[in-house]
């Protein structure tokens, strides 16, 4: 496939630029943009599929974009940097390589159930922030995936992209319409002998978290950053389960409840011997 540049404002940086902010133009195109060094890395280490490598034509390629960029096979652009500072986004300088990544299919059957499942779900998170950040948590607590429900911020919106660190592409990320649509999944897990105990979280939950068995198959269910957890979701949730909390403060971000409980989780897991607990970081 033969190199080929871009020096101007043409129609193919135009749709790679209204991928940082259209969220469905990516839906539309099937892409998402994703930069630096571990994102990028962690895509290409799991054979996350990749269309196109964007990179800096002004400058020699480090070691790293080298071997990138001679390893993947994709597409190759070279773009001159002043391009390359506008489909960075960013202030921190010139991205020195930008992949164009394939969305995946959002099917819930993505998302492994078996006898040790940890999986979480967001309910109509409005923070693409939040989203990586939970993504994050949950790679680092040995969840198996993150579902993310109703009318809700992008997956992969670059700041959650950002967020996620690249654990966006080791943690599989599902989008569903609603709890209905998971209340379905989860039932087609029982039917196959994994029966999943849904967590909710709430300020008025009826047990600790620490005190409530998280060592089974969990579904742990997060609700919006600022109304909580939908009705809907509320009649799904099989428990709900609070964090103790002093101070002043009356509620966590809910990235930093997902990411406490997911701790728990993989405690108590650890701690009963559970097969794939998290190991101490």
Same mark, same amino acid.
């Given at each position: 496939m033969?190199?080929?540049?871009i020096?101007?404002?043409n129609?193919? @940086?135009?749709?790679?630029? =209204?991928?940082?902010?259209?969220?469905t133009?990516?839906q539309r195109?099937? /892409?998402?943009?994703?930069?630096?060094?571990r994102?990028i890395?962690q895509a290409?280490e799991?054979?996350?599929p990749i269309?196109?490598?964007? @990179?800096?034509? +002004?400058?020699?390629p480090?070691?790293?974009?080298? #071997?990138?960029l %001679? /390893?993947?096979?994709?597409?190759?652009?070279?773009?001159?940097p *002043?391009l390359?500072?506008e489909l +960075?986004?960013?202030?921190?300088?010139? $991205? *020195?390589?930008?992949?164009? =990544?394939e969305?995946p299919?959002?099917?819930?059957a993505?998302i492994?159930v078996?006898?040790r499942?940890?999986?979480v779900?967001f309910?109509r $998170?409005?923070?693409?922030?939040?989203i990586?950040t939970?993504?994050?948590?949950?790679d680092s607590f040995?969840?198996?995936?993150l579902v993310?429900?109703?009318?809700?911020?992008d997956?992969y919106?670059?700041?959650s992209?950002?967020? &996620?660190?690249?654990?966006l592409?080791?943690v599989?990320?599902? !989008?569903a319409p +609603?709890? !209905?649509e998971?209340?379905a999944w989860?039932?087609?897990?029982? /039917?196959?002998? #994994?029966?999943v105990?849904?967590v909710g979280?709430?300020e008025a939950?009826?047990a600790?978290?620490?005190? @409530?068995d998280l060592t +089974?198959?969990v579904l742990?269910a997060?609700?919006? *950053?600022t &109304?909580?957890?939908s009705?809907?979701?509320? /009649?799904?949730?099989?428990?709900?389960?609070?964090?103790?909390?002093g101070?002043?403060?009356?509620?966590?971000?809910?990235a930093?409840?997902? &990411?406490?409980v997911?701790? *728990?989780a993989a %405690?108590q897991?650890a701690?009963?011997g559970s097969?794939g607990a998290? &190991?101490e970081a």
């Amino acid at each position: 496939m033969a190199l080929q540049r871009i020096s101007a404002r043409n129609a193919r @940086f135009q749709q790679w630029q =209204a991928h940082l902010t259209n969220r469905t133009k990516r839906q539309r195109a099937g /892409e998402f943009l994703v930069q630096g060094v571990r994102p990028i890395s962690q895509a290409v280490e799991r054979g996350w599929p990749i269309r196109t490598l964007i @990179f800096d034509d +002004g400058r020699q390629p480090t070691r790293w974009a080298a #071997h990138i960029l %001679r /390893e993947v096979r994709a597409e190759k652009v070279a773009m001159t940097p *002043e391009l390359m500072a506008e489909l +960075g986004g960013k202030d921190d300088g010139v $991205p *020195e390589l930008i992949v164009v =990544a394939e969305l995946p299919p959002d099917d819930l059957a993505r998302i492994p159930v078996g006898p040790r499942f940890l999986g979480v779900a967001f309910d109509r $998170p409005t923070s693409p922030g939040n989203i990586g950040t939970i993504v994050r948590s949950a790679d680092s607590f040995g969840a198996d995936g993150l579902v993310v429900t109703g009318h809700a911020a992008d997956a992969y919106d670059p700041k959650s992209v950002r967020a &996620s660190t690249g654990s966006l592409f080791a943690v599989p990320v599902v !989008r569903a319409p +609603g709890h !209905r649509e998971v209340a379905a999944w989860l039932a087609g897990a029982r /039917e196959a002998g #994994h029966p999943v105990t849904v967590v909710g979280t709430d300020e008025a939950g009826t047990a600790d978290v620490a005190d @409530f068995d998280l060592t +089974g198959p969990v579904l742990l269910a997060i609700g919006n *950053e600022t &109304s909580g957890l939908s009705a809907g979701w509320r /009649e799904t949730c099989d428990a709900l389960v609070r964090i103790p909390m002093g101070g002043t403060a009356s509620s966590l971000n809910a990235a930093s409840a997902a &990411s406490i409980v997911l701790y *728990e989780a993989a %405690r108590q897991r650890a701690a009963a011997g559970s097969p794939g607990a998290a &190991s101490e970081a």
